[in-house]
């Protein structure tokens, strides 16, 4: 009886010790547990908006997440202008968190208290929002106890981040910097740039910043020529430690001309997605659920492991799988 007691103690004992070490346990980021969902269009972006606006993607924001030996930088998502992490990230977060990755996003430059139903983002000044990315880099860092992070940022997600490393310190904690659409050049927006250099001429661009700015203190620093581009390339857009992928699309209606975000330098890779796929019609905001894409941001990711990238039929309404 004794005998049966002990080892029923025992036993007890055991599975008390593996539920704790279960509970104290930081969660590794691994690709073998069940995986997340992974939509391939922009309207997944709004039952997820409608539900719980402004919280962060599937698969991001694992505050116990601890990166694996295979990934050891966790992965910041920095949206586009007029966005914000539940909208811009539906795809790629549960992608990258399916593939082993510690993700982590974030809303920044909202001007004011947040709004009920959607909360637009990226609306301060660049500088503003750099400051907020550092912010939460460094909360990333602690966090995980990474040593660096890498980048994936969709438009002003591509433009912003830069001002983080060439002058807030973002280089040496910056490993990898992907870039889906982005304007390193500006646009020119329909000659929305040419209309505002005009404007400067005449005086009257004191006028066009002070109805501007309060709305959208980031919108004129798109613009091919803006101080906030002279700035960036004095200093030189690319940081020599980094390593730069970048992605565009022919499609693009917002960056003009979509070369703005071709760049050449040792540690810069271009892609431009149609020259790798001719099935590919993303425009601007399809990137962000595009499989081909994807495809260059994974090996991007992970250069060492890279794996064949699809060729799929994308429309500006999604993939089609």
């Known amino acids: 009886m004794r005998t049966a007691l002990s080892r029923l103690s025992s036993l007890l004992s055991c599975l008390l010790v593996a539920a704790l070490a279960v509970l104290v346990t930081p969660a590794i980021a691994q690709a073998d547990t069940e995986p997340l969902p992974v939509p391939w269009s922009l309207a997944a972006a709004v039952p997820a908006q ?9 698969g991001a924001n694992d505050w116990d997440c601890e990166p694996s030996e295979q990934h050891p930088n966790p992965v910041v998502l920095v949206h586009g202008l007029g966005a914000n992490q539940t909208v811009n990230w539906q795809t790629f977060s549960p992608l990258l968190a399916n593939e082993g990755y510690c993700v982590f996003s974030l809303t920044y430059g909202v001007p004011g208290d947040p709004l009920p139903v959607y909360q637009p983002g990226g609306l301060l000044p660049m500088e503003r929002s750099a400051e ?8 990333v860092l602690a966090s995980t106890g990474a040593a660096t992070v890498d980048i994936l940022g969709h438009s002003e997600g591509t433009l912003m981040p830069s001002y983080y490393v060439r002058f807030l310190g973002g280089e040496s904690k910056v490993d990898k910097y992907v870039s889906l659409t982005p304007l390193w050049q500006g646009t020119t927006l329909l000659g929305l740039s040419a209309l505002y250099q005009h404007a400067k001429l005449f005086g009257l661009d004191k006028v066009v910043d002070g109805v501007l700015d309060p709305i959208c203190g980031s919108c004129r ?9 002279k700035k960036l390339h004095a200093k030189g857009i690319f940081a020599p430690e980094v390593q730069y992928t970048n992605i565009v699309t022919r499609y693009d209606e917002a960056v003009i001309p979509y070369t703005s975000g071709v760049a050449e330098a040792p540690n810069v890779h271009n892609v431009v997605l149609q020259e790798e796929c001719g099935l590919d019609f993303a425009e601007h905001a399809a990137v962000a659920a595009d499989p ?9 990711l992970d250069p060492a492991d890279p794996e064949p990238v699809p060729c799929v039929l994308v429309t500006p309404l999604g993939a089609a799988r």
């Open 221 to 229: 620093q798109f613009l091919q020529g803006s101080d906030y581009l």
């Open 132 to 139: 907020e990315l550092a912010t939460f880099v460094d909360r």
């Open 50 to 58: 409608l539900a719980a606006p402004n919280s962060p993607p599937p």
């Open 292 to 300: 081909v894409a994807a495809g260059h941001v994974l090996n991007a």
